[in-house]
């Protein structure tokens, strides 16, 4: 009897006190997702550390986080063991190559990941404080690959649609050229002859083969996203399908297959994965887009609206028709705990490496974002939008330098494998969609920085712009 009192008393604290965020942090590959988090992770423990003692690594989320009194009401942000049900995001590891002697940028990943924070809160109200204790906000971040939200589009179409959209951009410059062999190979078959295996299995080979030439490139928008990986030994055989038009058995099978990947991306990812979250980082690396050249960027620019209204359509429910029975909806794994399931509320797009521009010109690089994301993502009822120029990882410091006689804005930042700061103008940021005059001028150039010095004992939070403001924009509702 005491014991079910007591059970009853847990589940009540539970439900009064705690709280869980589902933060999902997104964006394609080298976008800055394991930076960013690592960064975010860092600070919010180093602001947790002090607890209102003066090292203010967050300054706009502490704003967020103070009383009625004006006082932090927060009492300590601690790293949570990790459950199991996914793969641990490796903080302590990116953390020492972040902080080593000779500091160096994480490693690629290439998996998703996640890790938990326990952030306790003081209530806001003297009322509420003297009624409850302290409130217990689970934060769970997730790293994920964005390129998978790049197939969320692809649920739209049918077979046929999206292979005469896919095999239109595929016959354009610059990709055509890279995809050469796939093109000859489409041109050698006949759709309308019998379903011959192994052509399906090359072609199949060559699309994606194609796909990858056109990431090297630096071409973004490629579907699907999972193609880019290497082939697994345990790919289903529904995977091998590429873009055909016309009719007849082989595009008849190929429909098929295509169909089948979509159940399989509605099933896996989106009724279960991202279902579950709340809040989400788009992270966008812009200003590599620029420096790739227009086709790049003309690219990233149409990844960018795509995820966008993938993310659109998937907060307003509008790819979920898929007529599944329950049986068929696999528990979330994913973001363990209490899994309550509810609508996005918050949307952070980011322009990430910030440090690279001078102060102004991050004022175009958001405006920049904005021009390429509202389209798509604004003037929506629901989730509340907002966009950044921001650095996880302030690697540079803003400066003036004189250029062909005149002062200019630059930043000074030591150089991946040399010893001394040197200025750089990396090129001027449009502030909306480039003009045509834009390309002409190839002078944006890109260089990689060596990250500032950290402290290893994570003390003293990692220097960053911006991350504060993301943050209290992000989750600062629910502290
Ligand atoms: N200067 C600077 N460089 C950054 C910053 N964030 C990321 N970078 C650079 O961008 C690279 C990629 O960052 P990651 O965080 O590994 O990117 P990711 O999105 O996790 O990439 P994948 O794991 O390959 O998908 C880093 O190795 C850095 O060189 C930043 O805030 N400032
Ligand atoms: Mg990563």
Redesign the pocket.
Known sequence: MRGLAAGAAARLDTFVNEDRIALAVT?L????????ITSLVNNLLALGRAAGQGRDTLPRLTAALRGPDGASRLRGVRVLAHDGALPAFDYAGKLASLSADTPA??A??RDMARISLAIDVERRGPLARRLAGPRRVRLDILDY?GEWLLDLPLLRHSFAAWSAEALALLRTPPRAAVAAPFLAFLAGLNPAGPADAVAIAQGHALYRAALRGCAAIGLRYLQPGRFLAAPAADDPPFLAFFPLEGRGATAGLLAGRFAAYQRHVRRTFFDTRFRRFDRQVM?VDLLSALHAGRAAFEDTARAVADIARGLREGWGGGLRADGLPLAHHVPSVLLGGRVVPRPIGRVAFVA??A??VPALRRENLRNLLRALAAPAAGGLAGPAVSYHAA???L?TRDGTARIAGRAAEVVQGVVLGEAQARAFHVGDVPSGLPPDSFWSDSYFTLP??RPPRIVADGSHGIPHLGLDIILAELIGDRL
């Open positions: 964006g590959s080298g976008a800055g997702k394991t930076v960013f940028w994480p690629p990943t690959p992270l990430t490496k440090d690279h650095a996880a990882v690697a990689v920085f």
